[in-house]
């Protein structure tokens, strides 16, 4: 069936010959017509686009092509170090010459670089491989992205991402195995640029069943080499550790494991309409950094021209019941990679799995020198078939926290992620019961939590541009929160039909003022969950208990004097409350950062006033993990 798109009234139709041919070199568009494969200027991404038919599983659709930023063979028309942009700064989307060799990329470490591989339509892309000079046989780590392959030259810029000087080698690209590390482990580091990329032929696509098929022709390649022992695995963070999941579900026969380190896996529900609020600004930032010959596969315009989740988003999402290799997974509780590389773990098939959730930020994880020898012992047990004891690393481990940047235990190990012995337990909002508000840097309006349903309806109203709504409950005992926990809300809108809910948990002092986490220095807003009502329709499919999906698929309004519930999945999270600390609810129009460095933004739709409903037949309430102690003797808590 083909899917009618929504063109943007914004796009204005161009008519180009050197355009037309660009994009008929790029594979999408061999046979161009104007009207097949049209060409528009997006001023919201300054960049050309191009349409063409294209089909995903029964449904077609109109792709929607960027054409991607040119190669550049003249590294000194680049003045990388001035721009603002400190991935630029790092040589991120140059390319550089194509220069295929091989010569001493260290002592004892050659690079191949630039080498060939045919895909199995005929496609060509490069890659550079490091591996150690005089050993004969090696297993291989890959890194596959369109970040680039080659590193870039000012290294010093890993230190604004806190990883500290010195920690990582001139031969490191962004966010993947640093190539000298590994050599001098014994392995040979795979650096891809995958199809569209850089100098390989194609276009971009990013996520979809080609990139799979892709990624299963080059694991194949690469176990055939004369110096592989047969061995392949995969590994770094972000996207990187995004496309892992897709090709381990291809099963290519010499993928023997993958170490995701923090990762996004479903790009519709989890980035682009996290609960069903639209956030174009960070992937605009990130199709703009693609280097190469041809087009990228331009997911903010077709967010623009279909925003219902359709067979196209779909295929975005590996298959994880079709992952049966060896995972180590990663996940911190400060970033929006969480619930995704949550899901991954748990929806996949892997009888030898493993979780580790930490409160730190992805790139200092990524680079730390513990957790690098840690990750070597995986991959010494699943790529060497050495016998050094890897299968008895606790399944689940994970930071509990505390505030600030003290945690309360680190790398606590379980058995099972959720933790069995979790006792779940309703907490009520009570707008009845209005509180003095500690002073924020932005209007709040504070009210009760409390344990018990409120016999009395009541109603909060805020500003969604200006306020928000705080619900606390003091706590009598030390208390563990580990977890998922989901918000079940009745809402209402004086003066509009939707409304766009940003939610905050957070833990605050007995006086009210607020305990934020620290990770890189910066205070965190804590767990959090997002919700336009009118998209709410929860997914009975993929809704697991205390973590409801939306379908994505419909909208309903909200009708005048309407007060409608709705189920909000927060993001799992691990903290200690001590006696007398708050457990704090907040609900608020827009994402209330408070100093929280990253630069994310949402599309709010939301005009009038908000309410809040508690009590009587409109019992709002969250329910929250409890993880009691493992051991309790008197004054004694093992936990």
């Known amino acids: ?69 040119q190669p550049n063979d003249n590294q000194a028309e680049v003045d990388l170090s001035a721009s603002d942009d400190p991935m630029a700064r790092m040589g991120q989307g140059f390319c550089p010459p194509f220069n295929p060799h091989t010569y001493e990329a260290a002592d004892g470490v050659i690079c191949m670089q630039d080498q060939e591989v045919v895909l199995r339509d005929g496609t060509k892309i490069y890659c550079d491989i490091y591996r150690p000079k005089d050993v004969e046989k090696v ?8 970040f680039g392959k080659r590193p870039g030259d000012g290294m010093s810029e890993w230190q604004i991402m806190g990883v500290p000087p010195m920690t990582v080698s001139k031969c490191a690209k962004f966010e993947s195995p640093d190539p000298l590390y590994w050599c001098y482990q014994g392995y040979a580091v795979a650096n891809v640029d995958v199809r569209g990329a850089g100098h390989s032929e194609g276009s971009v696509h990013m996520f979809t069943h080609q990139d799979r098929e892709d990624g299963y022709d080059f694991v194949e390649w690469v176990a055939a080499q004369p110096w592989s022992n047969g061995k392949v695995g995969m590994s770094g963070n972000s996207g990187v550790a995004m496309h892992q999941w897709g090709i381990a579900a291809e099963q290519p026969p010499h993928l023997a494991c993958i170490a995701p380190w923090e990762c996004t896996t479903d790009l519709y529900r989890e980035s682009f309409f996290e609960g069903g609020v639209p956030a174009l600004s960070f992937n605009k930032f ?31 999402r590996a298959d994880f019941r079709k992952v049966k290799v060896p995972v180590y997974q990663t996940g911190g509780w400060s970033h929006f990679h969480l619930p995704g590389s949550i899901n991954a773990w748990r929806r996949c098939r892997s009888h030898q799995k493993w979780l580790r959730i930490h409160r730190d930020f992805e790139w200092p994880d990524t680079y730390d020198p513990y957790n690098l020898d840690e990750l070597r012992h995986y991959y010494d047990r699943y ?26 235990q680190e790398k606590r190990p379980e058995k099972a992620w959720p933790i069995k012995r979790t006792v779940y337990k309703k907490l009520y909002l009570d707008a009845s019961r209005e509180k003095d508000c500690v002073e924020l840097a932005h209007p709040a309006k504070c009210f009760s939590l409390a344990e018990e349903a409120p016999a009395e309806e009541a109603k909060a109203s805020y500003d969604p541009a200006t306020e ?33 809910l940003f939610v905050n948990v957070q833990k605050a002092s007995e006086d009210g003022t607020w305990v934020p986490w620290l990770t890189l220095d910066e205070p965190h807003p804590g767990a959090w969950g997002k919700c336009r009502v009118s998209r709410a329709t929860v997914d009975a499919g993929l809704t697991k208990k205390h973590t409801p999906v939306y379908t994505m698929t419909d909208t309903h309004k909200l009708e005048d004097g309407e007060v409608r519930a709705v189920d909000i999945a927060i ?56 993880v009691p102690p493992r051991y309790q003797a008197g004054s004694y808590i093992h936990r």
């Open 571 to 626: 993001v799992p999270t691990s903290r200690v409350y001590h006696k007398g600390e708050r457990f704090r609810v907040q609900v608020s129009g827009r994402y209330i950062r408070d100093g929280w460095f990253e630069p994310l933004s949402w599309d709010t739709d939301n005009r009038g006033t908000h309410n809040v409903h508690t009590g009587g037949e409109h019992a709002s309430w969250i329910e929250i993990p409890v």
């Open 383 to 408: 790529l060497k078939g050495i016998h050094n004891g890897w299968e008895m690393m606790p399944r689940v481990r994970l930071d509990v926290m505390d505030g600030y940047d003290i945690d309360y």
């Open 468 to 500: 928000e709504l705080d619900f606390d409950l003091t706590l009598p005992e030390d208390t563990e929160v580990t977890g998922y926990m989901s918000l079940h809300l009745f809402v209402s809108c004086d003066g509009y039909d939707d409304m766009d």
């Open 1 to 69: 069936m083909f899917l009618e798109p929504k063109i943007p009234a914004e796009w204005v139709p161009v008519k180009d010959k050197k355009l037309h041919d660009l994009i008929q070199m790029s594979g999408e568009c061999a046979s161009f017509d104007e009207d097949a494969c049209p060409i528009y200027w997006d001023p919201d991404t300054e960049g050309y686009i191009f349409l063409h038919r294209e089909s995903f599983g029964a449904d077609e659709v109109m792709a929607a092509y960027r054409v991607a930023r």
């Open 139 to 146: 297993p291989t780590i890959v890194s596959w992205s369109w």
């Open 286 to 316: 990130i199709a703009a950094q693609v280097t190469g010959p041809n087009g990228v596969d331009d997911q903010v315009a077709m967010a623009k021209m279909y925003p219902d989740m359709n067979a196209y988003w779909n295929d975005k």
